[in-house]
């Protein structure tokens, strides 16, 4: 599912910052994206690449991404997808949002100006933590919240 709003924010801060190495998986967007290297999507394995050669991801704020960059060890900056925009069918990244906003790897971003912000932040990590931050009780009692709200 395309997150064009998202992706606008990040196309317009890589125009704003003269970034060139971008890479986006956007799903089938009908939008036109000039600053940023657009896929409509990688299979599994290159995603994982894409991941790990990444110095930081930006995604949404999906459990799989967040999930994966602290397995591998990357900074993440999530963005959540909103249920009152039709971006998803409720607010369940929003929820998910909040709960990882404090992890040592999760910046999170709503506009340009927050998302160079958040980039700062990832960018001046010294060390990142290790899937075994947080316990997969939690997790799991989060994952149940989200699925019966």
Known sequence: MP????IDIVNQWAKENSLKNIVAQ?????????????????PPNEF??????AD??????GMGTILTCLEIGKPLLIM???????????DHQIATKEWVKDWDHV????SMESLESAYQMAM??????????????????????VINS
């Open 3 to 6: 997150f064009d709003r998202m």
């Open 26 to 42: 956007i799903g089938r967007s009908s939008q036109q994206f000039d600053y940023i290297t657009c896929n409509e999507d990688f």
């Open 48 to 53: 994982q690449q894409k991941i790990e050669q």
């Open 56 to 61: 930081v991801v930006i995604g949404h704020a």
């Open 80 to 90: 959540a997808r909103e249920g009152s925009l039709k971006e998803t069918r409720n």
């Open 107 to 110: 910046f999170e971003f709503d």
């Open 124 to 145: 001046s990590l010294t060390s990142l933590p290790s899937n075994n931050q947080h316990s997969e009780s939690q997790l799991v009692e989060f994952l149940k919240t």
